[in-house]
């Protein structure tokens, strides 16, 4: 069953929450024209910048034949934060890839999850 969207939603073909916030950003996917397409990762924010960038981490288990072990390593892209989403470092996110927004930024943040482990 379709959700009805209201009539300034727009769909960006994945099953996310609309974000509460306004923004006037071209590159976001929900109030600009930005498409969104391919991979989507689910990760930490490590970094923040204040030209709506931010850097996003998370584990993966690296198989090394010799030891029959595996080792943790980890990924890190750098990805566009709308204004309408926020977010802050810490926070667990959901990220997806797009076309080029700049030299090496190839992923849009369109969901802010909630933190399983907050301190509060």
Request: a positive charge; proline letters at 5%; glycine letters at 6%.
């Amino acid at each position: 069953q379709a959700k009805k969207m209201k009539k300034n939603e727009k769909n960006i073909g994945i099953e996310v929450p609309f974000p509460s916030g306004k923004c006037d950003d071209k590159n976001c996917p929900f109030h600009g024209r930005l498409k969104v397409r391919g991979r989507i990762f689910t990760g930490t924010i490590v970094s923040k910048d204040t030209h709506k960038s931010a850097r996003v981490t998370w584990e993966r288990q690296y198989y090394i034949p010799k030891y029959e072990r595996y080792e943790r390593r980890f990924s890190k892209i750098s990805v566009h934060n709308p204004l309408c989403i926020g977010a802050e470092i810490g926070d667990k996110v959901k990220v997806i890839e797009t076309r080029p927004v700049s030299k090496t930024k190839h992923f849009v943040i369109i969901q802010k999850l909630k933190n399983e482990t907050s301190n509060s």
